[in-house]
């Protein structure tokens, strides 16, 4: 077990509250008290949790999210990081700071990719503690909570060679243009979900790109898979449709 400094979260949405009942006036001088004491500590309380696990790509599970933005936005996370509920961050008690991990809601399998920046929540019931942009993107909002399934795809970007690809997805490297045909297998409005997709490819063994592209309309991400020749091309789409995936072979282009 180990001590950490962490905000407590109790409720799973934000801006949440109950209506004050009536309290007695000794009672109601002591709960002041209290209030002013936790308030002189900035808000924040020791908390024993449970030693950070070691974060292998492919390390999976399943259970409540919920998801938090006002009033955490603008303080510090655990990590020491200035929260922003607009960002693709998550709390979470045992991955290591830095984890990418992958987000499924298992209602609607739409999915996100978030990095671990804070410790919580810090209810039994709960798994995992979304940004409010991600948990937008997966649409539980409305809801509050949600089943999901976490996939962790990225150690700690701490250990990586380069903090630009930190805020990367792991999708494969670029399809190759040899032979000048390739595999679309997606389209998205969401990069998040373009690169989920790219990556349960890629897991598969092939080879994958996303490239955003923009044709008189608001940017759009393409998913594509390395074909080579036209007939290798052909051959790989078979073997995508045997594994789940649509698409179709097409010429190599810019975009």
Avoid at 25 to 46: E, F
Avoid at 140 to 153: E, F, H, N, P, Q
Avoid at 187 to 200: E, G, H, M
Wanted: aromatic content about 8%.
């Amino acid at each position: 077990m180990v001590t950490q400094h962490v905000h407590t979260r109790s409720s799973p949405r934000a801006g949440y509250s109950r209506r004050p009942t009536a309290i007695p006036g000794v009672r109601l001088c002591v709960l002041l008290v209290a209030i002013l004491a936790l308030s002189a500590c900035g808000g924040r309380k020791k908390i024993k949790l449970p030693k950070p696990i070691e974060a292998k790509r492919g390390w999976s599970e399943v259970g409540i999210a919920s998801w938090y933005g006002y009033p955490y936005h603008g303080r510090k996370t655990s990590n020491g990081e200035t929260y922003d509920m607009n960002k693709m961050t998550a709390a979470h008690t045992r991955l290591p700071f830095g984890t990418w991990v992958n987000v499924e809601n298992l209602e609607n399998r739409r999915s996100t990719q978030v990095r671990i920046n804070d410790r919580g929540p810090f209810t039994a019931r709960y798994i995992i503690d979304l940004s409010r942009a991600a948990a937008s993107e997966i649409q539980m909002i409305g809801a509050g909570t949600v089943r999901v399934r976490l996939t962790v795809i990225s150690g700690p970007d701490a250990k990586r060679k380069s903090s630009k690809r930190s805020t990367r997805s792991a999708t494969s490297r670029p399809a190759s243009p040899s032979g000048g045909y390739e595999i679309q297998i997606g389209v998205f409005k969401s990069q998040a979900n373009a690169k989920t997709l790219a990556w349960a490819a890629k897991q598969k063994g092939h080879r994958v790109d996303v490239r955003p592209f923009r044709r008189g309309g608001p940017r759009l991400y393409r998913v594509v898979v390395a074909g080579g020749t036209r007939e290798a091309a052909n051959k790989r789409l078979r073997k995508l449709k045997s594994q789940g995936f649509k698409g179709f072979v097409r010429q190599r282009r810019g975009n």
